[in-house]
């Protein structure tokens, strides 16, 4: 049964680079059916969005994020990585990672689809 | 960016139908998805694609979706449906996924 499970400092400074691992497990983060995404959920702002990444490298950012964001994968590892430069107290939040399939539109258009599969989430405080 | 609108709570006795709206403008158009938060857990997706439910969602969880409106339907509610629920669709204009801000539903 495929999981996740986030891992990473609870605590940030501000200014400094928030950084979380994703790990995958009871399958393979090469599976072709799979993007593997990031999303944060604050009491103020609600779920946001912040971007997904395929096993190949190919990764795809939500643009109010683009400049301050990366997403990276191991394969070796069965992981994905974020990194989120910068910080200030508005990044406070509860960071998921889930799993959302491959997906295109009646166009062919790559969408985000639904998100099938969430991990726990970790919650990050940014503060000095 | 696209707004989802949900009602800021939902209240329920056991055994009778809930129903959760998510608005937008013509939100007919787009397929929306539900999701249900319980306390200090990650959010578990119980509709997909307007209408269709993923294996092991119980069949009292339904949705519709027409015009500016989505509806979640929770039949013969039990206390342990009790939970945050989520509405999100893409929104191709800005070409990101979007979540209503969640309703609270409270089995009373």
């Known amino acids: 049964q495929l999981q996740l499970q986030e891992s990473g400092p609870g605590l940030v400074k501000p200014s400094e680079t928030l950084s979380l691992t994703c790990t995958v497990s009871?399958?393979?983060?090469?599976?072709?059916?799979?993007?593997w995404g990031w999303i944060r959920q604050t009491p103020g702002k609600g779920l946001e969005y912040i971007g997904s990444?395929?096993?190949?490298?190919?990764?795809f950012y939500t643009p109010s994020l683009k400049s301050r964001v990366s997403i990276s994968v191991d394969r070796s590892q069965n992981q994905l990585s974020l990194e989120l430069r910068s910080v200030t107290a508005a990044d406070t939040a509860v960071y998921f990672c889930?799993?959302?399939?491959?997906?295109?539109?009646?166009?062919?258009?790559?969408?985000?689809?639904?998100?099938?599969?969430w991990g726990q989430g970790k919650m990050v405080t940014v503060s000095s | 960016s696209y707004v989802l609108t949900q009602p800021p709570s939902v209240s329920v006795a056991p055994g009778q139908t809930a129903k959760i709206t998510c608005g937008g403008a013509n939100i007919g158009s787009k397929g929306v998805h539900w999701y249900q938060q319980k306390p200090g857990q990650a959010p578990v997706l119980v509709v997909f694609d307007d209408s269709d439910r993923p294996s092991g969602i119980p069949e009292r969880f339904s949705g519709s979706n027409s015009g500016d409106t989505a509806t979640l339907t929770i039949s013969r509610v039990e206390v342990g449906d009790e939970a945050d629920f989520f509405c999100q669709v893409w929104d191709s204009d800005s070409g990101h996924p979007v979540f209503g801000g969640g309703t609270p539903l409270t089995v009373l």
């Open positions: 990444i395929y096993y190949s490298g190919s990764a």
């Open positions: 009871g399958g393979s983060i090469r599976s072709s059916r799979y993007y």
């Open positions: 889930a799993a959302h399939p491959d997906y295109y539109d009646s166009r062919g258009v790559w969408m985000v689809n639904a998100f099938e599969l």
